[in-house]
């Protein structure tokens, strides 16, 4: 029989399973399952910039998205699973006790938010952030170098301080930290103690300041300079980290009886979702792969003789071996992309509130629809309105969460067609920004790949992407790219395949389709890039 692996995708939302054949490259089934607790909105505080998730939700999550593709099995293939790899958002770190137990998953910290994980996009670490960057830059090593020179309030150790600071109730159970990518493997193989869990370089080099240079992670001496609350907590982390096509352990029996896998299959190092998107997207040198969904990572893979011992600034992080193993790893992004389009619909929608439930929903389905309709039938003009993507901060190039959104050149006769026009240029400017810094900085890019919903749902957006940056954007046809890069780590772990790169040729999908760049629209986004820079000039970009 052929060999089967699973990839596990923790988004923001849900935890999607699929199950691939190593021998033909197939998908044998899938499945998502939602986060209950997530999606009534719990725990969660918008107007503060505060989101969390319980880590029974990632539990609860798994064994239900397992069990519905091992229900799509004959006995036969179930027995043939012989390994799993899981990707999450990140940084999304949890406090734990000295056990590695999460904090929420104790009796008396169930429904505290700060004992639970801390997604991506809570930005409540904005001070945190703004003071490991003033030490770092003045401390003998800039443990900053490889995360681009500025640490976010989106990464691991900002949360960790804010989380301790906020809430002095957890400080007696708090004993290390852990990565949602991480926390997943140590679980499934019984490996939670703090100082052995097998700890994640993807993770760990993009988010937590870690680096072989210095090491591992910063200095005792450099947190307990920061605030003497994080003094224990390095010492409490595993300083070796691992490539995510090596085993973390091997499935407990609980878990294979829970999960009704077969026991003792390998379960791979976690990896972070857009590192693992691009892995199943088919990433090489000198290629970009652009996860595009509510926010975006751009994702480059390039040579080690390529960068030398340059550090690249204004990006989120470089690290060896973080994508694939052999190639430095490079990622930027934005911090929101499709969440602008949500939020213009939700502005929008707020009269419809007036309506009956049901009317509500099904006129507010219909919002970005028809303005995809209209914005599409619009001249495209030098003096059209021009927006700024910036409206849940920036994260590349230079992240700054304090930064916000703007729309200028508008009347009283500007439509919201219009007005949606112009914030699908402002994300697709963004991206050129992206691009155009990593060309400076010597980042060589000769292909553009792109994955998530937006890619297959908006060819409009799509379009203006290609026309804005002024390159061939190809689609992946992998509709569940971060779960096949799970699975492709998996297989490798599992020794099925001797490198990702084999894994790659043998299980990736290829393109759907491509947009190619309009040259006379591009000549028109030129100038209104030039607006945009001027307009960003204007609100903070300071880079």
Request: aromatic share 8%; proline share 4%; charged share 25%.
């Amino acid at each position: 029989m052929d060999k089967l692996v699973i990839g596990i995708d923790y988004g923001t939302d849900s935890c999607r399973s699929l199950v691939v054949n190593c021998t033909t490259g197939s998908e044998a089934a899938s499945y998502t399952a939602f986060y209950p607790r997530w999606k009534k909105g719990l725990y969660c505080d918008p107007s503060a910039n505060r989101y969390r998730q319980h880590p029974q939700d990632y539990i609860d999550s798994l064994e239900e998205a397992i069990l519905g593709t091992v229900n799509q099995l004959t006995v036969a293939e179930r027995e043939n699973i012989v390994a799993m790899g899981i990707d999450t958002t990140g940084s999304t770190p949890c406090l734990t006790d000295r056990e590695g137990m999460p904090l929420a998953l104790l009796p008396e910290y169930a429904d505290n938010p700060n004992a639970m994980f801390v997604l991506w996009k809570d930005h409540t670490a904005i001070r945190e952030a703004d003071e490991i960057n003033r030490l770092a830059h003045s401390w003998k090593t800039d443990f900053t170098t490889r995360s681009g020179g500025i640490y976010s309030s989106e990464w691991f150790w900002a949360k960790a301080l804010h989380l301790l600071r906020a809430d002095d109730r957890i400080r007696e159970k708090a004993y290390s930290l852990i990565e949602h990518c991480d926390w997943m493997p140590a679980l499934l193989t019984g490996n939670l103690k703090p100082e052995q869990v097998k700890r994640s370089r993807c993770a760990a080099g993009h988010k937590g300041m870690w680096a072989d240079e210095w090491g591992g992670y910063p200095s005792p001496e450099f947190f307990s300079e920061l605030d003497p609350l994080l003094d224990r907590f390095a010492g409490h982390l595993n300083h070796k980290t691992h490539t995510s096509d090596t085993s973390a352990g091997k499935l407990t029996k609980e878990w294979s009886e829970r999960l009704r896998l077969p026991e003792g299959i390998e379960v791979a190092v976690g990896i972070l979702d857009a590192h693992a998107g691009a892995i199943g997207a088919g990433i090489k040198s000198h290629t970009m792969v652009k996860i595009i969904g509510t926010s975006t990572c751009d994702i480059v893979v390039t040579p080690r003789e390529d960068i030398g011992k340059k550090t690249v600034t204004g990006i989120s992080g470089q690290v060896d071996g973080s994508v694939i193993p052999g190639l430095i790893g490079l990622e930027a992004g934005q911090s929101a992309f499709g969440d602008v389009y949500a939020w213009w619909k939700e502005m929008l929608a707020w009269s419809l509130n007036l309506l009956p439930l049901e009317q509500r929903a099904e006129a507010t389905a219909q919002i970005l629809p028809k303005l995809t309709e209209q914005a599409e039938k619009l001249p495209l003009t030098v003096s059209d309105p021009v927006a700024n993507d910036w409206l849940n901060g920036r994260r590349s190039p230079f992240a700054d969460q304090t930064l916000k959104g703007a729309l200028t050149g508008i009347t009283l006769g500007t439509t919201p067609a219009q007005i949606f026009k112009s914030l699908v240029e402002a994300t697709a400017f963004g991206s050129r920004a992206i691009m155009e810094h990593l060309k400076k900085e010597g980042v060589k890019v000769e292909e553009v790949i792109a994955v998530g919903g937006i890619s297959l749902k908006s060819p409009y957006v799509m379009q203006t992407l290609s026309d804005v940056m002024g390159v061939t954007i190809k689609v992946a046809a992998a509709q569940q790219s971060g779960a096949l890069g799970a699975a492709m780590n998996a297989a490798v772990a599992a020794h099925v395949f001797h490198s990702v790169e084999e894994a790659q040729a043998r299980l990736a999908q290829g393109d759907l389709t491509f947009y190619k760049p309009d040259k006379k629209r591009q000549d028109t986004y030129d100038v209104l890039y030039g607006r945009y820079e001027s307009l960003s000039c204007h609100i903070g970009f300071d880079a």
